[in-house]
Nanobody, 120 residues
Framework: QVRLVESGGGLVQTGESLRLSCAAS????????MGWYRQAPGKQRELVASISSSGYAAYADSVKGRFTISRDNAKSTVYLQMNILKPEDTAVYYC??????????????WGQGTQVTVSS
């Protein structure tokens, strides 16, 4: 199976930055889309950003212009650079990856989640 291991979360003040990393390991033939979701207390899970295997990125309106998603296909790793953080960004952030372990077989995997807290 595939495992996603995240790092980079923490506690910061308003206006500061963090970079999240998520590395996939296991039986990987290829990885299609990778992305980051977040879930704040009392709110539904929200797609923050996603990136295709070719590098096309999409963002939620709430983070557009502040966050940047990127990936290193050789390392099976996706990153989320978060700038100008706001208290509203406080949430548990989850990495996800659509992984093909063989041609024609695809499964969605999730990281364990990492806490990002932005103090006011």
């Amino acid at each position: 199976q595939v495992r996603l291991v995240e790092s980079g979360g923490g506690l910061v003040q308003t206006g500061e930055s963090l970079r999240l990393s998520c590395a996939a390991s296991g039986i990987i033939f290829s990885i299609n889309v990778m992305g980051w979701y977040r879930q704040a207390p009392g709110k539904q899970r929200e797609l923050v950003a996603s990136i295709s295997s070719s590098g096309y990125a999409a963002y939620a309106d709430s983070v557009k212009g502040r966050f940047t998603i990127s990936r290193d296909n050789a390392k099976s790793t996706v990153y989320l650079q978060m700038n100008i953080l706001k208290p509203e960004d406080t949430a548990v952030y989850y990495c996800t990856a659509d992984v093909r372990s063989s041609p024609g077989s695809s499964n969605l995997y999730w990281g364990q989640g990492t806490q990002v807290t932005v103090s006011s």
